[in-house]
């Protein structure tokens, strides 16, 4: 019988897709803009100041992207991630926050390069954010600022990340993408440094991902690569996943002094568990983080669509998704012009 309140969750709830997939993550980009322009996803050369960035009046509002929110979690979302681009730097992000909170069990997150976290964090956890993710690809300023080609210093990310222990925001998990030839001597400081720490090291293999970053397998330290290196010098085990679909295989410290993740996208794809959507900037839904195209929400929230309309479009959507881009990654399909990660939201 339908729900008289909720009369599309009834028949929409637990949609699967062509692969049995259900849906259970969003990642909703807010902004297309980053204060970084880090080699492996902003590169300057393409991104530089002639760039066309989306116009302020097409992002999608902060009510739109909590109505879609809302919308989502009837079909099975369970956890949202606020990305970008860099989240941060999308003026009043703790509006969006608080609004998202408000949505009953929802598990909520966010991915930052934490440039700007010592200021926000403790607004953002006021706001109702559960726990954070802040990236840095080394410890050493010379490499870290090779890599976020801003010239942005260490300390100040190290600064956010105390911040955000600080309000609370834990556990805090610490994204490293490694770049063969440019950072991968930061590995074992980097696990050093974090072991004991509380916090979660995981490290990311390099991806193929947008078409401007010049990716090729050469330039890949494999997830298997780096466990070694690790476990030569701090004896490490394999933990059980925390939940069916974890993208982050994970390790612990046979000593009891933590754990790391590997999330080795390349080189053992998850495909097969994928429960994650994409929300990009203006609205569009991605389906896949290597998808060439997105289907349009927009025109729906400003059409005048009800929620109904919009809930049986997702639906559609989803029902109709067979993407296992990792599983058929060759050096053709890394050439493809897909959707940037800035975009699409990482
Ligand atoms: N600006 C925020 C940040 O850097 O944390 C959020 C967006 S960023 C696109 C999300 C995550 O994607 C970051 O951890 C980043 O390091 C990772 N990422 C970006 N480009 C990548 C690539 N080519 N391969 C692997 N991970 C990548
Ligand atoms: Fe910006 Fe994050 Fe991309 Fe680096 S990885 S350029 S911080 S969006
Ligand atoms: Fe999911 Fe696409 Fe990544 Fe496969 S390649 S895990 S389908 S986002």
Same mark, same amino acid.
């Given at each position: 019988?339908?729900?008289?309140l909720?009369p599309?969750?009834?028949?929409?709830?637990?949609?699967?897709?062509?692969?049995?997939? @259900?849906?259970?993550?969003?990642?909703?980009?807010?902004?297309?803009r980053?204060?970084?322009?880090?080699?492996?996803?902003?590169?300057?050369?393409?991104?530089?100041?002639?760039?066309?960035?989306?116009?302020?009046?097409?992002?999608?509002?902060?009510?739109?992207?909590?109505?879609?929110?809302?919308?989502?979690?009837?079909h099975?979302?369970?956890?949202?991630?606020?990305?970008?681009?860099?989240?941060?730097?999308?003026?009043?992000?703790? =509006?969006?926050?608080e609004?998202?909170?408000?949505?009953?069990?929802?598990?909520?997150?966010?991915?930052?390069?934490?440039?700007?976290? +010592?200021?926000?964090?403790?607004?953002?956890?006021?706001a109702?954010?559960?726990?954070?993710?802040?990236?840095? /690809?080394?410890?050493?300023?010379? *490499?870290?600022?090779?890599?976020?080609?801003v /010239?942005?210093?260490?300390?100040?990310?190290?600064?956010?990340?105390?911040?955000?222990? +600080?309000?609370?925001?834990t @556990?805090?998990k610490? $994204?490293?993408?490694?770049k063969?030839?440019? $950072?991968? +001597?930061?590995?074992?400081?980097?696990?050093?440094?974090? =072991?004991?720490?509380?916090?979660?090291?995981?490290?990311?293999?390099?991806?193929?991902?947008?078409?401007?970053?010049?990716?090729?397998?050469?330039? *890949?330290?494999?997830?298997?690569?780096?466990?070694?290196?690790?476990?030569?010098e701090? @004896?490490?085990?394999?933990?059980?996943? $925390?939940?069916?679909g974890?993208?982050?295989?994970r390790?612990?410290?046979?000593?009891?002094?933590?754990?790391?993740?590997?999330?080795?996208?390349?080189?053992?794809?998850?495909?097969?568990?994928?429960?994650?959507?994409?929300?990009?900037?203006?609205?569009?839904?991605?389906?896949?983080?290597?998808?060439?195209?997105?289907?349009?929400?927009?025109p729906?929230?400003?059409?005048g669509?009800?929620?109904?309309d919009?809930?049986? +479009?997702?639906?559609?959507?989803?029902?109709?998704?067979?993407?296992?881009?990792?599983?058929?990654?060759?050096?053709?399909t890394?050439?493809?012009?897909?959707?940037?990660?800035?975009?699409?939201?990482?």
């Amino acid at each position: 019988m339908n729900d008289p309140l909720f009369p599309a969750a009834a028949s929409h709830a637990q949609v699967t897709d062509r692969l049995g997939r @259900p849906l259970r993550d969003l990642r909703i980009s807010v902004t297309d803009r980053c204060n970084f322009r880090c080699v492996y996803c902003m590169p300057k050369a393409v991104f530089g100041k002639d760039y066309q960035f989306l116009e302020h009046k097409e992002l999608l509002k902060f009510e739109e992207i909590a109505r879609l929110a809302r919308i989502f979690t009837r079909h099975g979302i369970e956890k949202i991630r606020l990305t970008g681009g860099e989240p941060l730097v999308r003026r009043n992000l703790e =509006r969006l926050v608080e609004m998202l909170a408000a949505i009953r069990g929802l598990d909520l997150t966010l991915t930052t390069n934490g440039s700007l976290l +010592a200021k926000k964090a403790q607004a953002l956890k006021s706001a109702g954010l559960k726990r954070i993710t802040v990236s840095l /690809d080394s410890l050493d300023d010379a *490499v870290f600022m090779r890599m976020n080609d801003v /010239d942005f210093p260490v300390a100040r990310v190290l600064e956010g990340i105390d911040a955000a222990a +600080a309000a609370g925001l834990t @556990p805090i998990k610490i $994204n490293m993408v490694v770049k063969r030839g440019v $950072n991968d +001597a930061s590995i074992l400081p980097m696990a050093r440094h974090f =072991r004991g720490s509380g916090h979660i090291l995981r490290f990311i293999e390099y991806m193929d991902v947008g078409h401007t970053n010049g990716w090729r397998m050469d330039d *890949v330290v494999t997830a298997r690569q780096i466990v070694a290196m690790i476990d030569a010098e701090a @004896p490490l085990e394999q933990a059980a996943p $925390n939940y069916r679909g974890e993208v982050a295989a994970r390790w612990r410290y046979r000593d009891g002094s933590g754990e790391i993740g590997v999330i080795a996208s390349v080189t053992q794809a998850f495909c097969r568990d994928c429960t994650r959507a994409r929300l990009s900037t203006e609205g569009r839904l991605y389906t896949c983080l290597f998808a060439t195209a997105g289907h349009e929400l927009k025109p729906l929230l400003r059409g005048g669509a009800s929620d109904d309309d919009i809930s049986h +479009a997702l639906d559609a959507v989803w029902r109709q998704r067979g993407d296992r881009y990792s599983e058929i990654r060759t050096a053709a399909t890394a050439g493809l012009q897909k959707i940037e990660m800035s975009y699409i939201g990482g």
